[in-house]
């Protein structure tokens, strides 16, 4: 597996890395722990070293997860995690990155990961109570004091980057980016170019749009959250469609799979971003991975860029409640 660097501190990372979410929270087809284990462990025999994971998944059932399947590689892989939700009950209720609770929240999480240190932590969600200079000064003490290595922002927009980044090197983004999903080209990827900031790309394959596999037929689990995605709803999923049979063109002229293109592309772009599709079949991880080897020439990128431009993408990606927490 080749290996890419976020940002200017230092933090590499497999090309590829692998979304920890889905294992056992927010899709509909979850595994249990013996299976969720064993697909971590596979993901880190093909290569893989950057493994994603939040409190906020479970609630902590998948840092635990992680932490158990891990342990032993320790010292192999990179574990990023995130804090910034207030919890009750065993229930998220809210935002809250106030600087006690980040660190309540880190406790939380290094004990659960069963590790000393979090090599890259983020801010899950910009929490417009609490100035993210008073974010970035806890999480640089908590760098100083050895718990945290690299400091990551999630779904923050250009201003608040700027804003923590004065206090702190920001090291990655994270932040949905696909070919379902264009809108950090906008301001977001410029401005991590210039600042030095690497992206780290979830739901790269359209959460799971770009693969083909689901089309205007396809029911979702009661409990998988992509219910509430208005651009993967009934009515605005025919549409969509079409850009699914502009990768599929692609795919099939080069031989490979569409999840491989979607990803392609993403190597593609800029050496600094580094996508994190998750999955639960263990085909699915490898054909993930192979997409490390698709090369995609200028032309093709370019032919893509232009025939992807061509499609009218219909209905938001989260829905109203989960786009109020989104900083633009």
């Known amino acids: 597996m080749q290996k890419r660097t976020l940002g200017k501190q230092g933090l590499e990372v497999s090309a590829l890395g692998y979304g920890c979410m889905g294992l056992n929270f927010a899709y509909g087809e979850l595994l249990d722990e013996a299976a969720a284990v064993a697909m971590l462990r596979a993901a880190h025999e093909r290569g893989v070293t950057f493994f994603d994971t939040a409190e906020i998944y479970g609630p902590f059932t998948n840092e635990q997860l992680v932490g ?15 804090f910034g939700f207030r919890f009750e009950n065993g229930k998220s209720v809210g935002l809250d990155s106030r600087p006690a609770s980040i660190r309540k929240a880190v406790e939380g999480s290094l004990q659960r990961l069963g590790t000393d240190h979090i090599d890259l932590l983020y801010q899950h969600r910009v929490d417009p109570n609490v100035p993210i200079e008073d974010v970035a000064g806890t999480v ?17 927009g250009v201003r608040t980057i700027r804003r923590a980044h004065t206090v702190l090197p920001v ?5 949905e980016y696909s070919l379902f999903w264009r809108e950090p080209e906008e301001a977001i990827i410029p401005a991590l ?3 030095g900031i690497g992206l780290v790309a979830f739901s790269p394959l359209g959460k799971g ?7 205007a037929n396809t029911k979702f689990a009661a409990s998988d959250f992509r219910n509430t995605v208005p651009r ?3 009515d605005t999923r025919e549409t969509n469609m079409r850009l699914v049979e502009v990768v599929g ?11 491989q293109i979607a990803l392609g592309w993403l190597l593609a772009c800029e050496p600094w971003i580094v996508p994190i599709p998750g999955t639960t079949k263990l085909h699915r991880l490898e054909e993930n991975l192979d997409a490390a080897s698709v090369t995609l020439t200028p032309i093709e990128m370019e032919g893509l860029r232009e025939a992807v431009e061509s499609v009218v993408i219909e209905g938001h990606r ?11």
């Open 171 to 175: 090291s990655a983004l994270q932040s």
């Open 232 to 234: 993967l709803a009934s």
């Open 140 to 156: 640089k003490e908590l760098i100083a004091e050895g718990k945290v290595k690299y400091f990551g922002l999630s779904e923050a």
């Open 193 to 195: 170019a210039e600042l």
């Open 318 to 328: 989260y829905s109203p409640a989960a786009q109020k927490m989104i900083d633009r």
């Open 68 to 82: 158990k399947a891990l342990s032993q590689v320790r010292d192999e892989i990179v574990i990023a995690t995130k």
């Open 249 to 259: 063109r692609l795919a099939d002229a080069k031989g490979v799979t569409m999840a």
């Open 209 to 215: 749009f770009l693969t083909g596999a689901i089309d």
